[in-house]
C-alpha cells in the first residue's frame, strides 16, 4: 500500500506541475492517471516519427496526462513500425488517427500540441502552419534550415501566440546550468576565448548509389515538400538527409545548435561581428554528402573569440572528449558537455580556479517535455527553456558559419539591418528557395 507520506509527495509532484511517469510507482500511477480531468490532459500530434521525432514521443508520453491521438510520417512502414511498439507495450492504437500529409493532421479539432519531428526544411512551414491552426509546438531543432526562415518563425510565434518549445534538451539539464552559473560567477577571470567542438567518429555519409524508385509506401513527393525535386536516391533519406544542403547543414546545424547554444549562453553574446569558416570533404571525399566532414569557424564578437570545430570519423577531440565547450578563462578553463562539467586551474593565473568533475545525472529530453507542458498549461511563454526566440538565435549563429563556408568568404554582420555586408551573399544565402508550389508565408 502506498503510504501516506509517498502519497502526499507524489500529489504535491502533480499540483506543482507536469511530473514524469518514472517517477511513480505502479500503484501511484495509476490512482493518479485515472483521475486527471479532461481539461488537464494534453493530446498530441507527431509529425515526422522517424529518430527524434519518436524520441519526444516517447519522453512526451511519459508526462501524465499526455496521450498521443496522431501521427504523421510519409513512410508506411515507419508508421507500421511505431504503432507496433505502442501496441507492444499495452497502447491501444485503434484511437491513433494516422497521416501522409500533416496538413490534415493539423485540421484534427482535438490535438493541443504537434511534435515536428521532420527533416530541417520541413521545420518552418510546419511550426507556422501549426501555430495558424491553433497549435501549440514542439519543433526539432535546428528551428530553420535559413536565417529567413528562422526569422519568420519568432515572427509567427508572437503573431499567433503559441507556445512553441525548440528541442535543444540540454537547457533542461541541471549540470549545464549549473556550469553556466559559474562562467558568470566570474571566477575564471577573463574570458578571452571559447571553443566549441564536435568530433563524431560514428557518423559516415552513405557511398554514392544511382538514384532509384522510391521505396514502397514512402510518398517521396511530401517528403521532398519545398526542396527541390530530385529523382530519389537512398544516399539522401533518412537520416542521411542532413548531409545535403537542400535538406539541413552538417554537423554545425546538427550537433552545433546544441554546443554553441550554451558557448553563446555562458558569454551573453548576441551575433557575431564577423564569421570565418574554413573546411572541406577530407575525411570521406568519396561518400555522398554536400557538406563538409571538417569545418573549423571563428567567430568574432565584442570582446572575445568562440572557435567551432568539427570532425566526422575521429573521435578524439579537445581535452580527450568528443564533443564540448571550454571556456578559457585567465584563471581556469571550464569544460562542459553531456557527461558534465569541470574546471581546470590555469598554471599561470594568479587567482587559480578549479573544480571536480561534476557528472550529469538528470534526462534532459524528459525534463524538457515536462517544461513545455507545464507551459502549455500556464501560458506563462517566460518559463520556457527554449523558446522559438532562442532556438532562432543558436540556428542563426549555425547558419553563418555554413554561409561563411559555403561562399569562401569572411563576412561581416550588420546588426542594424540584420544581414551581411555582402549582398551577393545575403542574395544567395539569407533564404533558401521554395519548390513545388510551396512559399514561405508573409508574416
Known amino acids: 500500500m502506498t503510504s ?9 509532484m502533480l499540483l506543482g506541475g507536469a511530473a514524469i511517469a518514472s517517477a511513480f510507482d505502479n500503484q501511484a500511477f495509476a490512482y493518479f492517471k485515472n483521475r486527471i480531468m479532461p481539461s488537464d490532459q494534453l493530446n498530441i500530434g507527431a509529425i515526422g516519427i522517424n529518430g527524434m521525432g519518436w524520441s519526444n514521443v516517447k519522453a512526451a508520453l511519459k508526462v501524465v496526462g499526455v496521450n498521443l491521438v496522431a501521427v504523421c510520417d510519409i513512410d508506411e512502414t515507419v508508421i507500421q513500425k511505431r504503432l507496433k511498439e505502442l501496441s507492444d507495450k499495452g497502447t491501444n492504437t485503434s484511437t491513433i488517427k494516422v497521416y501522409k500529409d500533416y496538413r490534415k493532421l493539423l485540421e484534427q479539432k482535438d490535438i493541443d500540441a504537434v511534435i515536428i519531428g521532420t527533416p530541417d526544411h520541413w521545420h518552418a512551414l510546419q511550426m507556422i502552419h501549426a501555430c495558424q491552426a491553433g497549435k501549440d509546438v514542439y519543433v526539432e531543432k535546428p528551428v530553420g534550415n535559413s536565417i529567413i526562415e528562422c526569422r519568420t518563425m519568432v515572427a509567427a510565434q508572437q503573431k499567433f501566440n503559441r507556445v512553441v518549445q525548440a528541442g535543444q534538451w540540454q537547457r533542461s539539464q541541471q549540470h549545464f546550468k549549473d556550469a553556466v552559473d559559474y562562467v558568470h560567477s566570474g571566477q575564471l577571470g577573463n574570458i578571452r576565448m571559447a571553443k566549441v567542438w564536435c568530433y563524431q567518429g560514428w557518423m559516415r555519409p552513405q557511398p554514392v548509389v544511382p538514384n532509384s524508385a ?40 546538427d550537433w552545433g545548435v546544441h554546443l554553441l547554444d550554451y558557448a553563446l549562453i555562458g558569454m551573453k553574446a548576441e551575433l557575431p561581428r564577423t564569421i570565418d569558416g574554413m573546411g572541406g570533404k577530407f575525411a570521406y571525399p568519396e561518400l555522398a554528402e554536400e557538406t563538409p566532414d571538417t569545418l573549423t569557424t571563428l567567430y568574432e564578437f565584442n570582446g572575445f573569440n568562440l572557435v567551432w570545430d568539427s ?9 580527450n572528449r568528443d564533443h564540448g565547450i571550454a571556456f578559457i578563462g585567465n584563471n581556469g578553463t571550464l569544460i562542459l558537455n553531456r557527461g558534465g562539467w569541470e574546471v581546470i586551474e590555469e598554471k599561470q593565473g594568479k587567482n587559480k580556479v578549479s573544480v571536480p ?27 520556457l527553456h527554449c523558446s522559438i526566440q532562442d532556438g532562432a538565435h543558436v540556428a542563426t549563429v549555425a547558419q553563418m558559419g555554413n554561409i561563411s563556408f559555403r561562399s569562401g568568404k569572411k563576412l561581416a554582420w550588420d546588426k542594424t539591418k540584420m544581414e551581411f555586408t555582402d549582398q551577393e551573399v545575403n542574395k544567395a544565402y539569407l533564404m533558401k528557395p521554395y519548390y513545388n508550389g510551396y512559399s514561405l508565408p508573409k508574416i
Open 214 to 253: 522510391p521505396p514502397a509506401g514512402v510518398d517521396y513527393q511530401q517528403w521532398l515538400g519545398p526542396a527541390k525535386t530530385l529523382p530519389f536516391n537512398a544516399s539522401r533519406f533518412h537520416f542521411h538527409f542532413r548531409w545535403f544542403w537542400d535538406y539541413a547543414g552538417g554537423l554545425m546545424t
Open 357 to 383: 568533475f561534476q557528472k550529469s545525472s538528470d534526462n534532459g529530453l524528459e525534463k524538457h517535455w515536462v517544461n513545455f507542458v507545464d507551459v502549455v498549461k500556464s501560458r506563462k511563454m517566460q518559463d
Open 4 to 12: 501516506r507520506k509517498k502519497f502526499i509527495q507524489q500529489s504535491s
Open 311 to 319: 570532425a566526422m570519423g575521429i573521435d578524439n577531440g579537445s581535452y
